[in-house]
Every structure is written in structure tokens, then in C-alpha cells.
């Protein structure tokens, strides 16, 4: 099993273009979270989902969409990407309510830079 | 809501020193308390968890933590570190029920020769 794995690896924009962050796990989990990580301020919640065809909003979600159209991706869009938006995005996913293992399992990361 | 605080952005020891990295949550209803380790340009791996039953977990390379619910703490240990345990370390909580995960800001944990 490959896991939780993320494309692309690391990306660069310029201030106001888009992009989308490929999730996917082969895991069969319920659940799937996208996070930015900055330095200093741990990992923050941007939009998460509970099932296929559902997505809410996490701590963080101004300037990012989200969609789980297949149960095994979700996927992050930045519609006009900012500077403010440099960051390491993490993906993750766990196992449904109904499981007691609520571990979740990350993905190795994007690296993204806006200029 | 759930928060959790990391009381050391920073810690410095020598190989083979014990060490301990404190975390301490605050939550209004029953708690999960994780721990996750980052080592450097890799995502996160679960270390050890606490979901419930004993207070002492132990978990992946030797790490160990308990859970205190009188004093709300959390704290990670380790009787003797290696160089290769320097990383990032994340306590974390979610509230029982809840999808969530809430994550401390972090403890960069230095092993120094």
C-alpha cells in the first residue's frame, strides 16, 4: 500500500494564478484533512471531509476550495494563490466513526512558494 | 474546542541524555493525546496515543508518555536520546467524538554529539 501520497512534490507560483493539490490514499478511509504548516505555528486545519461528496470548513479555510468527488482523493484548489499562502501542505486521513482507530496518516508533503 | 500548548519551542540535549517534551491540553469533554514526530522535509508519523486504559503509553523508538488528567498534561520521555532523534515533535488532542485533531505549535528536539 502506498499510503497517503500528495502531487506535486513542490510547486511555485506567481501572486494570482491557480492550482489544485492532488490527494490520494488507498487506505478505504472515511475521512481526509488538508493542513498548512508554517514555522512556528504547528499544523492548521484548512477544510477537511467526512465522506465522499462532503467537505467542511477547518480553522483556516479564507482563499482555499476543496473536493471529494472520489472516496480515495481530495483534492485543494487555490483559485488566485497569494503570498501569504507559502506553505508546506499536508494531507491526511483516518478511518471512519465508527472504527476506535482514529489515527490519522499523513502524506509527505507540498512545498509550495508564491511570489 | 480543544487547544494544546507546547511549553518548549526548543530543546537542546547531548546524546544519550534523558529528555522530555511537555504538552499540556485543554478540553472540556473526554480526550485522544497523540504524539507525532517530524524528521527533517518528511511529513508526520504517529509516535504513540493515548485513547484509553493505562496512563502510561508506550510507543515507536523507545518513546513513552502518560497522561495526566488531574494536571491536563501529556509530557513525551525518553531515557537516553540518539542523534537520530532530532526532529520536530507534535502533541495533539481531539476530543472523543470529534473528527478533528488540534495541534500544538511544536518542539524542535536537537541531539547534539
Known amino acids: 500500500n502506498a499510503g497517503v501520497t500528495q502531487t506535486p512534490k513542490f510547486r511555485v507560483l506567481k501572486t494570482g494564478q491557480s492550482m489544485t493539490l492532488l490527494c490520494a490514499q488507498d487506505?478505504?478511509?472515511?475521512?481526509m484533512y488538508w493542513y498548512r504548516q508554517d514555522p512556528g505555528m504547528g499544523l492548521r486545519l484548512i477544510h477537511y471531509?467526512?465522506?465522499?461528496?462532503?467537505?467542511a470548513k477547518g480553522e483556516v479555510p479564507d482563499g482555499y476550495n476543496v473536493s471529494r468527488l472520489k472516496k480515495q482523493n481530495f483534492l485543494l484548489g487555490l483559485e488566485s494563490a497569494a503570498p501569504s499562502q507559502t506553505s508546506v501542505y499536508f494531507c491526511?486521513?483516518?478511518?471512519?466513526?465508527?472504527?476506535?482507530?482514529?489515527?490519522?496518516?499523513f502524506g509527505p508533503g507540498t512545498r509550495l512558494t508564491v511570489l | 474546542a480543544q487547544s494544546v500548548t507546547q511549553l518548549d519551542s526548543q530543546v537542546p540535549v547531548f546524546e544519550e541524555a534523558p529528555v522530555e517534551l511537555r504538552c499540556n491540553y485543554s478540553?472540556?469533554?473526554?480526550?485522544?493525546l497523540f504524539w507525532y514526530v517530524q524528521y527533517p522535509n518528511q511529513g508526520l508519523q504517529l509516535l504513540l496515543k493515548?485513547?484509553?486504559?493505562?496512563?502510561l503509553v508506550k510507543g515507536i523508538n523507545g518513546f513513552e508518555a502518560e497522561f495526566n488528567k488531574s494536571q491536563t498534561s501529556f509530557h513525551l520521555r525518553k531515557p537516553s536520546v540518539h542523534i537520530s532523534d532530532t526532529a520536530e515533535y507534535f502533541c495533539?488532542?481531539?476530543?472523543?467524538?470529534?473528527?478533528?485533531?488540534?495541534f500544538g505549535k511544536g518542539t524542535k528536539l536537537t541531539v547534539n554529539p
Open positions: 471531509s467526512v465522506g465522499e461528496g462532503t467537505t
Open positions: 478540553s472540556s469533554v473526554s480526550v485522544y
Open positions: 487506505m478505504n478511509h472515511e475521512y
Open positions: 491526511a486521513s483516518r478511518p471512519g466513526a465508527t472504527s476506535s482507530y482514529n489515527e490519522q496518516f
Open positions: 493515548y485513547l484509553s486504559g493505562s496512563t
Open positions: 495533539a488532542v481531539s476530543g472523543r467524538g470529534s473528527e478533528k485533531l488540534v
